[in-house]
């Protein structure tokens, strides 16, 4: 059975930092492409960040470049989305997701072209 589990949301003050986690189980992560997303309240699930499988390449959403970086320690198992210089339009649940797709194009990306998703955690930024 797959089962990603999200977690390392909270509340936060502007500026601050935040380390999100993506752990699996029944898939190993590492043989594919993972994205996050952020899905703010009464808005589409939009794609921030994420990496290939093959070459390891990071892509970043144009609102996170410079902030947000994503990586992967395959011994764990485990995606990392670290966050930092938060601002109150971070604010949503982010959700990891196993894909084939990671490229330049991040931003054009549909959530139903992911397969396996994690629960979801919730980040909120305060002014």
């Known amino acids: 059975q797959v089962q990603l589990v999200d977690s390392g949301g909270a509340l936060v003050q502007a500026g601050g930092s935040l380390r999100l986690s993506c752990a699996a189980s029944?898939?190993?992560?590492?043989?594919?492409?993972i994205g996050w997303f952020r899905q703010a309240p009464g808005k589409e699930r939009e794609p921030i960040s994420c990496?290939?499988?093959?070459?390891?390449?990071?892509y970043n959403a144009d609102s996170v470049k410079g902030r947000f970086t994503i990586s992967r320690d395959n011994a764990k198992n485990t995606v990392y989305l670290q966050m930092n210089s938060l601002k109150p339009e971070d604010t949503g649940v982010y959700y990891c997701?196993?894909?084939?797709?990671?490229?330049?194009?991040?931003?054009?990306?549909?959530?139903?072209?992911?397969?396996?998703w994690g629960q979801g955690t919730q980040v909120t930024v305060s002014p």
């Open positions: 990496i290939k499988s093959s070459d390891q390449n990071t």
């Open positions: 029944g898939v190993t992560l590492e043989n594919y492409a």
């Open positions: 997701a196993t894909g084939d797709l990671c490229g330049p194009a991040i931003a054009t990306y549909s959530r139903y072209q992911f397969d396996y």
